[in-house]
């Protein structure tokens, strides 16, 4: 072997040398850290159980947590028969729920029929009031009837199932002066905006089925 050789062999067993004590180095801060790290955790943990221990011992001596040994199934069995009755008394009152809501629709729908408002209505409103109200001449508004929407009193004139012939009739009205008029549906008794309504509810037998002027 050369002294160059020699030397180089020498500068390579150096580096190797000082490349592992740099890991042995770094290796021990990393098992320092760790240690603290444990340490750390330990001292939270000990804390923590001291914490729930004291906690434990303090709700013990002011009475809130109490073992009874055997009442304490009296006492279990006293809720659960607490619990089964008002099971009972729940199931009652959804049995007499339903039967109420059953009757109430029944008569919602004999008061529909009664006046004509199954399915959808077309009225030509003339007017709408808050200060006036005519409820007190209800049986002399032969022709015109009043209802009341967000507390405004509304007048409207005329009930058609054809919205081609409430749209004829509001050309008169608006011919007799009431230029501000304009038509108001109503689907089973409830208000509905005719906008909502689709052209088969609007035209069930076409736009051209009867000869309308422009509006």
Do not use: C, W
């Not at 801060?29 to 303090?58: D, E, G, P, W």
């Not at 408002?117 to 015109?144: C, D, S």
């Amino acid at each position: 072997m050369t002294p160059q050789e020699f030397e180089f062999e020498n500068r390579k067993h150096q580096l190797r040398q000082e490349a592992s004590d740099k890991e042995v180095q770094r290796l021990r801060k990393v098992n320092r850290n760790q240690s603290h790290k444990i340490t750390k955790l330990r001292k939270a943990m000990y804390f923590q159980m001291f914490f729930f221990v004291s906690l434990f011992l303090v709700f013990l001596l002011r009475g809130i947590i109490v073992f009874t040994g055997s009442s304490s199934n009296e006492d279990f069995k006293a809720y659960q028969l607490k619990y089964d009755d008002l099971q009972k008394v729940n199931s009652i009152l959804e049995d007499s729920l339903k039967v109420y809501t059953s009757k109430l629709q029944s008569v919602v729908n004999q008061n529909l029929v009664e006046r004509d408002e199954n399915g959808l209505r077309f009225r030509v409103q003339i007017g709408a009031f808050k200060e006036i109200n005519l409820r007190n001449y209800t049986t002399n508004l032969v022709a015109i009837n009043q209802e009341t929407y967000d507390s405004i009193n509304q007048y409207t004139i005329g009930v058609f199932k054809d919205y081609q012939k409430a749209r004829v009739f509001l050309e008169d009205i608006k011919k007799m002066g009431f230029n501000d008029s304009f038509i108001i549906s109503t689907k089973n008794g409830r208000r509905i905006p005719i906008e909502k309504l689709t052209e088969e509810e609007l035209y069930p037998n076409g736009k051209d089925s009867v000869s309308l002027k422009p509006l």
